[in-house]
C-alpha cells in the first residue's frame, strides 16, 4: 500500500485518495470499504437465493444424527441442539405482509426496536416517525402460520412523540401484561410503564391509562423484575446510577454507580440485579438490602475492555453472557469470576446493541453494526450462520431481530424475525 494511494485491483492501477470532504474527487477511503461491503452483502444475499446453505460443521446431516440417535451415541439434548443447527442453516426469507386497522400505520415508519413477550405470541414495536420521535405498536404473530404470511398490527395514538432508549415486556397482573419503556420526552428524561391493553382493537374508551410515569435523568436500559421477593419492581439503568421503583407502592430505591448502567437483567431465582456499564464494568446488586453511604452492595464484579451494551443470564444462573463496544461477546462463570468462552465474529464499534439467546435451542443470536445477523452455538460458540440484511447496510438500517421455535405461541412456527427499514421479514426453518 502506498500512502495517499488506493490501488484498484480491477483497472490495475493507483487512484489518488483526498479527504471526504472534497468535491472534486469522490474516491475516499470511506466510499471505497461501503463499496466492498455492498459487493459482499449482495454476493452472500444472492448465495442464499440459490440455497445453497450447507453446515458449518464437516460431516453433519440429518441422516447421521438420527443414525446416531436410534445407536443411543447421542442423548436427547445433543441430538435436538444438533437438529436446530441444521434448521438454522436451512433457513429461508420470506416478506411478511402487515395489516392494520390504520392504514397509515403498516409500512410507513423504520423499524427501530422489535421485542418479544416470553410466549412469542405478541411483537411490541418502536418505529421512527419521519418528523422526531417515535411510534409504538403492538404485532400479533398469530397470522405466520398460514401460508400468507400476515401480521396484524396495532397502533397506540397517546404516547407518540417520545424517544425511546430501552423497552421490555412486566408482568404485574398477569405475564406479559404491561411494557416498561425509558427514553426522552423533554429534558430531562421520562420511564413509563404501560398496560399492553392500549394496542388493542377494543373501544379506545375502555383502554385503562398509564400506570406509572416519573422524570429521570437520560435512561440507557430497564429490566423487570419476576423474583417474588422483589415484586412488582423494574429497574433503571440511569446516568451514574441505578434506580429500582416498586409500581404498586411507589417505592424507590438508588445505587450510585462510577459509570453509565446501559444494560440490565435480573435474576428470577435470587432477588439480584446484573448491570453492565459503559467502563466495561458488570457487578450485581442484591435489591433487598438498603443502601447506606460507605458501605460496599456491589457483589459480583467483571470486567471487560469496552462499554459493555448486553448482558443475558442463562435458565441456571451460574454463567452470564456479555457483549461490548468492541465486538466481543463472552461467556462468564459467575462462580469463578472468569471468561470460560469468546463468541467470535461479532462488529460493534460504538452503538448499543442486544443478544438474544435461546438455550432450549443452544443458539446465541446477535446483530452487528455492520448489519449482519450471526448465529452461534450456545455450547462451543461455533458461528453457525451469518445473514446478510435485505437492504443496504447503514447506521439508521440495523435490523433488530427475535428468534424463537415458537413464533405465534406453543403452536406457532419456528425461525428468526427480522425487523429492517419498513419491512418484517420471517426466515423460515426448511
Given at each position: 500500500e502506498?500512502?495517499?494511494f ?5 483497472k490495475?492501477?493507483?487512484f489518488?485518495l483526498?479527504?471526504g470532504?472534497?468535491n472534486y474527487n ?13 459487493c459482499?452483502?449482495l454476493?452472500?444475499?444472492?448465495e442464499?437465493?440459490k440455497?445453497?446453505?450447507k ?6 446431516n ?9 445407536l443411543?451415541?447421542l442423548?436427547?439434548t445433543s441430538?435436538?441442539?444438533?437438529v436446530h443447527?441444521?434448521?438454522v442453516n436451512?433457513?429461508?426469507?420470506r416478506?411478511i ?11 410507513t415508519?423504520?423499524f ?12 411490541f414495536?418502536v418505529?421512527?416517525?419521519?418528523h422526531?420521535g ?7 404473530l398469530s ?16 404516547f407518540t412523540?417520545r424517544?425511546?432508549n430501552?423497552?421490555c415486556?412486566a408482568?404485574?397482573?398477569h405475564p ?8 426522552i420526552a ?19 374508551g375502555?383502554r385503562?391509562?398509564?400506570l406509572?410515569?416519573?422524570k429521570i ?5 430497564c ?6 421477593q422483589?415484586?412488582n ?22 445505587f450510585?454507580?462510577?459509570?453509565d ?5 435480573f435474576a428470577?431465582?435470587?432477588?439480584m440485579l446484573y448491570?453492565?456499564c ?14 447506606r453511604?460507605?458501605q460496599?452492595?456491589k ?5 471487560h ?19 461490548d ?5 463472552k ?10 468462552k469468546?463468541y ?5 464499534e460504538?452503538a ?7 438455550e ?5 443470536t ?18 453457525l ?7 443496504p447496510s447503514?447506521?439508521?438500517?440495523i435490523?433488530s ?7 405465534g405461541?406453543?403452536?406457532g ?8 427499514k419498513?419491512d ?7
Open positions: 502506498l500512502p495517499g488506493y490501488y484498484d485491483s480491477e490495475n492501477r493507483y489518488r483526498l479527504p470532504h472534497n469522490p474516491l475516499t477511503k470511506e466510499s471505497i470499504q461501503y463499496k466492498a461491503m455492498e459482499k452483502r454476493r452472500l444475499l444472492e442464499e437465493e440455497q445453497k446453505k453446515t458449518t460443521r464437516a460431516g453433519l440429518s441422516s447421521m444424527l438420527l443414525q446416531k440417535r436410534q443411543g451415541l442423548s436427547s441430538y435436538c441442539r444438533l443447527e441444521l434448521k436451512c433457513m429461508q426469507r416478506k405482509e402487515i395489516h392494520s386497522p390504520d392504514s397509515s400505520v403498516a409500512g415508519n423504520n427501530k426496536i422489535i421485542v418479544a413477550d416470553v410466549a412469542c405470541e405478541r411483537i414495536t418505529n421512527d416517525v419521519e422526531g417515535c411510534k409504538y405498536g403492538i404485532i400479533n397470522g405466520l402460520g398460514k401460508e400468507s404470511l400476515t401480521v396484524e398490527m396495532y397502533d397506540n395514538l397517546y412523540n424517544k425511546v430501552s423497552v415486556w408482568s404485574l397482573t406479559d401484561s404491561h411494557l416498561c419503556l425509558m427514553g423533554e429534558t430531562p428524561g421520562c420511564a413509563s410503564l404501560l398496560p399492553a391493553s392500549l394496542f388493542s382493537s377494543t373501544n379506545p375502555d385503562p391509562g398509564m406509572c410515569s416519573f435523568s437520560t435512561a440507557w436500559s429490566a423487570w423484575c419476576l423474583n417474588p422483589a415484586d419492581c423494574f429497574s433503571t439503568g440511569l446516568t451514574r446510577r441505578v434506580l429500582v421503583t416498586n409500581v404498586v407502592t411507589g417505592h424507590r430505591q438508588t450510585g454507580t462510577s459509570s448502567v446501559l444494560a440490565q437483567q428470577t431465582q435470587t432477588p448491570n453492565g459503559r467502563s466495561g464494568e458488570i457487578f450485581s446488586i442484591d435489591v433487598r438490602q438498603r443502601n453511604k460507605g460496599s452492595w457483589a459480583i464484579r467483571l470486567f475492555d469496552s462499554a459493555v451494551t448486553s448482558i443475558r443470564l442463562l435458565e441456571a444462573e451460574h454463567y452470564l453472557v456479555a457483549a463496544m468492541a465486538g466481543k461477546i461467556l462468564w462463570d459467575l462462580r469463578a469470576a472468569k471468561c470460560v469468546q467470535k465474529g461479532h462488529h460493534n460504538y448499543i446493541l442486544p443478544l438474544h439467546i435461546n432450549e435451542e443452544g443458539l446465541l446477535a446483530v452487528g453494526q455492520d448489519c449482519y445477523t450471526r448465529i452461534w452455538s450456545l455450547q462451543d460458540a461455533h458461528l450462520r451469518t445473514i446478510p440484511s435485505p437492504h447503514s447506521k439508521d438500517a435490523p431481530v427475535v428468534f424463537s421455535s415458537r413464533l405461541g406453543s403452536r412456527v419456528p425461525g428468526l424475525l427480522m425487523a429492517v419498513q418484517l421479514y420471517h426466515f423460515s426453518y426448511n
